[in-house]
């Protein structure tokens, strides 16, 4: 059985029945046709147990893939696998006695408030061509920042998500197809009410709450891409969408809120996912020593 052929019958069954997102099939399709390439496999009848663990030695030694990529790898094919077997197209998944190894206690990566505060007045005050991207610009910061929103999750914000009024923002189907309300302070319900008002000005009209500046669309993935870069060398700080978010959490944890519900703002379905920040807070650790 050719297994691209069978990998496109695995990938509808994750889609349409088991619901994954595009981005979990996405990671499929990536570790199942790289391993393909590396093992030099087309049919089912190929995979072997030496040319699975081999494939795994190459990736530690070759390609020197952390343990999370390692573990990533395994947990794809592994679930590819229990398909397969299930399925009747093979007898045993070939991962299952792979031994993982230790994942890395890393610190999040995050940004201290005083930069985090330097990144915003440089968003609002870069010379813009119009005072819409002054607007919105400073309202997608402030959201990852005083949000701890996603990427993703910001991109696909529709205007009845953000509730100003009412101090709220829903979050439709984030990681895990899983929706969340996040309070909003005010502070960030000032900073969205007067991009609203703008947008409102341009009779932006699309569903989406973040639009375009020359059209009545959604902001885009790449445009978010660009401005990031943009504002990186104008901050003159090193940073990504999700060094938002971990300096999110921790100013959240600093200031008091509790381990729980700052889980629940995340939008963690584990909440030893949440306990990391409580290590990567030496203000917390300072305070709970003295």
């Known amino acids: ?49 030496k040319n699975v ?14 343990s999370n990529s390692f573990i990533t790898f395994q947990m794809s094919h592994s679930v590819f696998f229990q398909w397969c077997v299930k399925n009747g197209y093979m007898e045993k998944d070939l991962t299952k006695d792979i031994e993982l190894p230790k994942v890395e206690k890393r610190l999040p990566p995050k940004l201290t408030k005083q930069d985090a505060l330097k990144l915003l007045e440089v968003v609002y005050n870069y010379p ?18 005083f949000a701890g929103l996603r990427k993703n999750e910001l991109l696909h914000l529709r205007c009845m998500d953000v509730d100003i009024e009412n101090l709220s923002i829903f979050v439709r189907l984030g990681k895990g197809n899983k929706d969340r309300v996040v309070p909003m302070s005010y502070t960030l319900a000032q900073t969205l009410k007067r991009y609203a008002l703008d947008r409102k000005r341009l009779n932006k009209t699309c569903s989406e709450f973040f ?10 993935d790449s445009g978010l891409k660009r401005l990031v870069i943009q504002m990186c060398k104008a901050s003159r700080l090193k940073f990504t969408i ?29 909440i030893k996912t949440t ?3 409580l290590s990567a807070s030496a203000e917390l650790l300072r305070d709970l020593v003295g």
Do not use: P
């Open 53 to 66: 663990c081999e494939f795994f030695l190459y990736g530690r030694t070759e390609r020197h893939w952390r």
């Open 211 to 220: 639009t375009s500046l020359n059209r009545n669309s959604g902001y885009t």
């Open 128 to 145: 813009y061509d119009y005072k819409f991207l002054r607007f919105r610009n400073h309202a997608i910061f402030a959201m990852f920042l």
């Open 1 to 49: 059985m050719d297994i691209e052929i069978l990998a496109l019958k695995f990938y509808d069954y994750s889609s349409y029945i088991r619901g994954f997102s595009k981005g979990t099939i996405a990671r499929y399709k990536c570790c199942i046709n790289y391993y393909m390439r590396i093992a030099k496999v087309t049919q089912v009848e190929q995979i072997t147990e």
């Open 275 to 277: 306990t990391i920040y």
């Open 242 to 270: 999700h060094k938002l978010r971990h300096t999110f959490a921790t100013l959240m944890l600093e200031g008091g809120v509790d381990i729980y519900s700052l889980s629940k703002m995340m939008g963690h379905s584990d």
